[in-house]
């Protein structure tokens, strides 16, 4: 009878030891591959926060599209996002946080500030980072882990430039900027002024407003106005630069108008600009109308996914994630990243082809626009060069 | 197959039994209450998001409700345009919902505004989406919600349009927050809003707000935008939840009240952990009880197996106890009954196997078994003590291999691992060693023991001592070897014949003698007693035979036999009839011998004594001739030497000139005649030289074509490229000529041909023994193979029998009237001097054939162009000196004197070598030289010749001789003469050699 007992207890033991298995080992050894973690870190709130999140939005596309597609060799990719809330401090930590989860790479920031912060840490951490806003040209040529998808401001500038000398025929020109970004201000107001000077043209002088605090939009326009420059350059935000530009007609002055790319891109500035920002000009690397099938593609597949129209941070989120999945199907080693984009050189953006230089510099097609009838209108394009 | 345990399948079965309903209902009560808790706890989610929609309808519905009463103010001018500012503002502060209120004219210029701002009043807001979807549509209009870059806060636009103008509200949407902060649902679910993007607008943790975070991907999110109010089960942030959505009709926002599957359902899990656990627990008790009654089922059913298990072990005594099953009771009273069956059955089992045993021990016949590992496990005790001489318990545990030597032990092995492998029965005979170390032959007989499961657990058997049966054998094998040995030497073969069954038996030998082949042939009587194909043989074997049939008499007799392969032999046999009781002939036995051999040796014999008889009679013919010969030409020196003398004296025209002539010539016919005995005695002169045979014929085409009748015609065929043979000239010339002579005597006064063919051959064993076959048997001789020469002589004469060709070389035998029978006798000589051969070919009629082979020679020596005999001489030569005569006839004394004088010389005589030596000794060196004859009484030639020589070794000495001069020259090893002449000899023979001798130097004689 002991026997039997023994037997009984053994069964039963071994039927729970199965159900164990059944429900709890298997599911788990069935688990698949260990994703890939990306982290994202960028501006979700606070300043900034609507491209940020236009950027986070671009490159959860990019994520879900190409887990859909099976991952990277099998491995599904997941993104960690992180507010870096627009300070240098709290991105360090989150960055940090990132690089402790085990991401391959970060993407971010967007702002330049935050960039020039976090880079050393990048490089001390030796982990890669793809700036998908951060255009300041302080990190233009440098041998470090810091890649990026936009076209620098010294890179951009020569642009701007040709556009109001050559296009706009303006001579002379007062720049206007948010001293609330300090470093993004200078590094246009030097770039731009630079640019325009070997062209021939003369800047004047340069307004500032700071964006934390409360300032009289109709003073700055007549501030303006009283500069008689032929042309203003507006690095400001976009609510700002719309206003700048209400005052400025409102005030009787027709004073044309360049929009640096922290402005024209920001939906505030047409949306409040009225109808005095229609003749406004800018270079940007989003083309309003897409050109081609994949740009199509991807703005139908934004909008289906978020409700909302694509724009250019969305743009720059989605072809950083698309960047880096390209060098991870190559390579599953993070130290080889860069090396891997680097020599690979050549990615099919969204808004074009985009070359990287040997320091992870972009070479791309830019665009020139124009706010026409309420709208953006393309009216030239430059090819990648190294300019 | 094997059993299952009656334990094990009841066991299962009550378990079964009992489990499988409780089981059934369990998962059917636990499945459909898992429903019902599942819909309730979905349908109270669904409740509370629809309450939580409700409020936050009414949540929009308070500044719509504002918008409008602004607008109605508007419209009935109760506020005034001074005034708006002021009563916009008002409404700020009081209703926070409001973030901002501006009124826009119709071309959306900002008019009015609160919270007041100098920058804003004036300022173009048509490119605001609010402004012309509401311009466009006429209607209020929510927008999507947005972050206001003013606070930095989650808000949307209401648009109210007014006939003109336009009324937009900045709403604050934190206050969405409040609306679901007050539901609590689980330790972790809540509620949450998601606007109709899909952004979450309204959660519990600000982050998801402050981040615009879009949940559209989510499954509930797509149904829902479809319009669908329901539960979904979804997965967001890695965790599984259940979310019931309501919409908010004014937005289509999505209210959710989320909970995590887990947590939402833990009623439902308790219940299942509930039903689960009491499922276990009723099948448990119910195994339980089983297993109880099973114990009592199976107890005595157990206490059987214990009893059957004493039994086995030899204890019978068994009284059955009080079982409650009737069933069980009667297993039991059966196996009562059993048991006591099984006792007595035991009981007589033990005595006959005490019986048995005694009789295995006492038996001669070792019985054994070994394991496994080939080691005795028994060993009957007599048989053990008898064989090995050891005690059976000295053997006992150690290996069978251990009781022979490494060799035998080797093999026993291999035998012992086929039996173990599996191999039926086995009978073999080993060697194994005695306690003393004496080998013991032995015959095993093993087979395989196996267990129930059929593995071998070694081998048993028996085994007999067949040493004795052994040597035996070994000597009646020996015994057979050598009757069979005896019977192959002696070509003798034992038979048998069963007359009642008919059946034959015979040895070996009776196949060899008569050549049967074994495999073909069985053995018959006809074979034995086979009647010859010689009638004359028939009733001498009937009579033996019949002898044997009537009588027990021992018969015998001599039969020649056809062999099976088609030869003849010679045989004896010898036959005995066995009697049964009855008087019944039952068998005839007896023996047969092959004498061929014997027959042969006898026939042989007799050939070879008729040979040596007939070779005695020839050699004693030849010794007569030659004496003859020699006589005779010692007789004709005189005649032909007088005569030479007296035809020198007689005058030229002197009629007695012609008298001496014929003398002359009939002398010289007569010694030609002696020359023909010396040949054919052996005795002929021999001077070798190589001779052509075809130059040497045609050189005697004369002399032939006068030797024969004028009406035969002689013809030649000459072979060319003839090869040269040693031989004598004067002795091939004789051959030639006396084969012509017969051939023309054979054709006689008709006309006829002779034909001289000439060739060359080569002669092979056969060729050669077949010639010798052909001729009789006295003239056989052992002839090399090679090329041979040949001279064939055919005639076209009479011919001539068999009987005459045996009788042709005899001697003296002759066909013709006036013949001497010497010629052919002689040319047989001559030819078997030369080591060569003769062949005769004869029909009655047609004539008669010769052929002469001689060996050829390798190179020719001593061409036959020099012929000295027929050289001429120098009839002036005259000699001078002394020469002493040494012959013992009188008549030779006296011609040779006057032939020497005539010569020139002074003449001395003496009759014998003693003589001779006295006359020498006495001249003191005035003798020049010694004509010396051989044959003479007292002293022989040979040795005067010898005391000559020690007188004066340079002495010229001629011998003279009836006999040919190799015969006598060959006499001498040391210093021979100093030349020879044959006699009978005439002056100018003698003038030529005392020539030649006197020519000679000094030195040269000896």
């Given amino acids: 009878m002991k026997a039997i007992q023994r037997k009984i207890i053994v069964v039963v033991i071994g039927f729970a030891v199965i159900l164990v298995v059944l429900f709890f080992v298997i599911p788990k050894s069935m688990h698949p591959k260990e994703p890939i973690k990306i982290g994202l870190a960028n501006t979700l709130t606070g300043t900034a926060s609507t491209a940020g999140i236009h950027i986070r939005n671009g490159a959860i596309l990019a994520v879900e599209q190409a887990n859909a597609a099976g991952g990277i060799h099998g491995r599904m990719v997941e993104l960690l996002v992180r507010d870096d809330k627009g300070d240098p401090a709290e991105a360090l930590r989150v960055d940090q946080e990132l690089i402790d989860e085990g991401v391959v790479a970060i993407l971010g920031h967007y702002l330049s500030t935050l960039s020039m912060a976090t880079v050393p840490l990048m490089n001390e951490k030796n982990v890669l980072m793809i700036g998908l806003g951060s255009i300041t040209s302080e990190l233009t040529g440098l041998d470090d882990n810091f890649l990026r998808v936009e076209i620098p401001i010294d890179r951009e500038a020569p642009m701007m430039a040709d556009l109001a000398y050559n296009r706009l025929g303006l001579r002379d020109m007062v720049i206007v900027y948010d001293a609330a970004n300090q470093k993004l201000a200078d590094s246009w107001c030097s770039n731009f002024s630079k640019e325009f000077r070997k062209l021939g043209g003369r800047v004047s002088g340069a307004v500032a407003l700071d964006s934390r605090e409360k300032f009289s939009a109709p003073n700055l326009a007549r501030q303006i106005i009283k500069s008689k420059a032929q042309g203003v350059f507006l690095v400001t935000n976009g609510i700002h630069g719309a206003l700048i530009c209400q005052h400025l007609r409102r005030e009787g002055s027709g004073v044309k108008i360049v929009a640096s790319g922290w402005t024209f891109p920001d939906t505030d500035f047409l949306a409040n600009g009225g109808l005095a920002v229609e003749g406004v000009v800018s270079v940007s690397g989003f083309e309003e109308v897409p050109g081609n099938r994949r740009e199509r593609e991807f703005r139908d597949a934004y909008e289906r996914r978020f409700g909302e129209s694509c724009t250019e941070p969305a743009q720059n989120g989605y072809e950083g994630v698309q960047i880096l999945l390209t060098a991870l199907a190559i390579t599953n080693d993070p130290q080889k990243l860069k090396s891997v984009i680097l020599d690979h050189k050549i990615f099919p953006g969204v808004g074009g082809i985009i070359v990287f230089d040997p320091y992870g510099d972009p070479v791309r097609a830019a665009y020139f626009v124009e706010i026409r009838d309420r709208r953006i209108t393309t009216i030239g394009k430059t090819e990648p060069s190294n300019h | ?1006």
């Fill in chain 2, 1 to 1006: 197959m094997m059993p299952k345990k009656l334990r094990q399948v009841l066991t299962l079965n009550f378990i079964a039994v009992a489990a499988l309903p409780v089981l059934a209902v369990g998962l059917i009560a636990l499945r459909s209450l898992s429903v019902s808790l599942e819909e309730e706890i979905t349908e109270k989610n669904y409740i509370i998001a629809k309450s939580i929609a409700g409020d936050v309808e009414r949540f929009l519905n308070e500044p719509l409700n504002l918008l409008e009463q602004i607008r109605n103010l508007k419209r009935k001018g109760i506020v005034s345009e001074k005034e708006l500012n002021e009563y916009l503002a008002g409404l700020v502060t009081q209703y926070p919902i409001f973030n901002v209120i501006r009124i826009l004219d119709q071309k959306g210029i900002v008019t009015h505004l609160a919270p007041f701002d100098e920058n804003i009043p004036g300022l173009d807001m048509s490119n605001q989406p609010y402004y012309r979807v509401a311009r466009k549509t006429g209607e209020s209009h929510w927008s999507h919600t947005l972050i206001l870059s003013q606070t930095r806060r989650l808000a949307l636009t209401l648009t109210l349009p007014l006939e003109k103008e336009m009324i937009v509200g900045y709403l604050n949407l934190s206050e969405l927050n409040r609306v679901i902060d007050k539901v609590k649902i689980g330790d972790s679910g809540y509620a949450a809003i998601i606007d109709s993007n899909g952004t979450i607008i309204a959660h519990p943790d600000q982050k998801f707000v402050s981040e615009r975070t879009n949940v559209k991907h989510l499954f509930f999110a797509q149904q829902s935008m479809m319009g669908k109010e329901r539960t979904f089960f979804y997965r967001f942030m890695g965790v599984e939840k259940i979310g019931s959505v309501a919409f908010v009709p004014q937005t289509h926002w999505m209210v959710i009240v989320t909970q995590p599957i887990e947590e939402a359902f833990l009623p439902v899990q308790r219940v299942r952990n509930i039903g689960w656990a009491g499922m276990l627990a009723a099948i448990l008790l119910a195994g339980f009880i089983a297993l109880i009654n099973l114990k009592r089922v199976l107890k005595p059913l157990l206490r059987l197996e214990k009893e059957s298990q004493r039994i086995a072990d030899g204890d019978y005594t068994y009284e059955p106890e009080s079982i409650p099953y009737l069933e069980i009771r009667n297993v039991a009273h059966s196996f009562k009954t059993m048991i006591d069956a099984i006792r007595d059955r035991d009981k007589e089992l033990r005595n006959s196997e005490a019986k048995y045993r005694q009789l295995v021990e006492s038996s001669r016949i070792l019985i054994w078994s070994v394991d496994s590992l080939g080691r005795w496990t028994y060993l009957n005790e007599n048989a053990a003590r008898r064989i090995y001489g050891y005690e059976p318990g000295e053997m006992l545990g150690k290996p069978f291999t251990d009781f022979m030597t490494p060799e035998q032990a080797k093999k026993d092995w291999g035998i012992f691992e086929e039996i173990m492998a599996g191999k039926n029965q086995v009978n073999y005979e080993t060697v194994h060693l005695r306690k003393d170390g004496t080998p013991i032959m032995m015959n095993f007989s093993a087979i395989v023991l196996r267990d129930e499961q059929g593995e071998s657990l070694g081998t048993t058997g028996t085994a007999g001592d067949i040493t004795e049966r052994k040597r035996a054998e070994e000597a009646l094998r020996e015994s057979e070897r050598r009757l069979r040995e005896a019977q192959q030497l002696a070509h003798l073969g034992n038979w048998h014949w069963d007359i009642q069954t008919g059946n034959v038996e015979w040895s070996d030998e009776v196949y060899e003698i008569f050549r049967f082949d074994p495999n073909q042939v069985t053995p018959q009587i006809d074979s034995i007693l086979t009647l010859l194909p010689w009638s004359e043989h028939h009733s001498r074997d009937q009579e033996s035979i019949q002898k044997a049939f009537e009588s027990l008499e021992f018969g015998s007799y001599e039969q020649e036999s056809l062999r099976a392969d088609g030869s003849t032999g010679f045989y004896t046999v010898t036959l005995q009839g066995i009697y049964d009781d009855d008087g019944r002939l039952a068998v005839i036995r007896g023996t047969v011998q092959d004498i061929t051999e014997r027959k042969q040796i006898e026939e042989e014999r007799l050939s070879l004594e008729r040979q040596v008889q007939h070779v005695q009679k020839l050699e004693s013919l030849g010794v007569l001739a030659g004496g003859i010969a020699h006589d005779f030409n010692n007789l004709l020196m005189g005649i032909l030497g007088n005569a030479d003398l007296a035809i020198g004296i007689l005058p030229p025209y002197s009629p007695a000139r012609e008298n001496i002539r014929e003398i002359e010539k009939a002398s010289k016919r007569a010694a030609e005649l002696a020359k023909q005995m010396l040949a054919y005695s052996g005795k002929g002169r021999f001077i070798i030289k190589s001779i052509d045979l075809n130059e040497f014929v045609e050189e005697m085409a004369h002399l032939l074509k006068v030797s024969i009748s004028k009406k035969t015609m002689l013809r030649y065929h000459f072979a060319k490229n003839l090869p040269f043979f040693d031989g004598d000239v004067t002795q091939i010339r004789q051959v030639i000529m006396n084969l012509i002579t017969n051939a023309s005597e054979a054709i006689g006064d008709n006309s006829g041909v002779i034909t001289l063919s000439t060739g060359a051959t080569h002669c092979d064993r056969a060729y050669l023994d077949n010639i010798n076959k052909t001729m009789p048997a006295d003239l056989h001789q052992l002839m090399p193979e090679g090329v041979y020469v040949y001279l064939e002589v055919r005639d076209t004469g009479c011919g001539m029998d068999t009987k005459t060709i045996e009788k042709l070389f005899d001697p003296f035998f002759t066909t013709k009237f006036m013949g001497r029978g010497l010629g052919l006798s002689a040319v047989l000589g001559i030819v078997r001097g030369h080591r060569g051969i003769i062949n005769v070919y004869s029909e009655i009629g047609k004539g008669t054939t010769f052929k002469v082979l001689f060996p050829a020679s390798p190179s020719p020596q001593n061409p036959t162009a020099d012929r000295s005999e027929d050289n001429a001489v120098e009839e002036d030569w005259r000699g001078s000196g002394t020469v002493l005569l040494v012959d013992d006839e009188e008549l030779i004394q006296h011609a040779g004197k006057q032939m020497l004088e005539r010569i020139g010389f002074t003449v001395l005589t003496a009759s014998d070598g003693e003589e001779a030596l006295r006359i020498f000794q006495e001249s003191d060196g005035d003798i020049d030289c010694v004509l010396l004859d051989l044959t003479m009484p007292r002293m022989s030639g040979e040795e005067c010749l010898r005391e000559l020589r020690k007188i004066k070794s340079d002495v010229r000495i001629v011998l003279s001789s009836g006999y040919n001069e190799q015969d006598v020259v060959r006499r001498f090893t040391e210093k021979g003469p100093a030349g020879f002449i044959q006699k009978p000899y005439q002056t100018e023979n003698l003038r030529r050699k005392m020539k030649e001798i006197f020519s000679q130097k000094v030195e040269e004689i000896s």
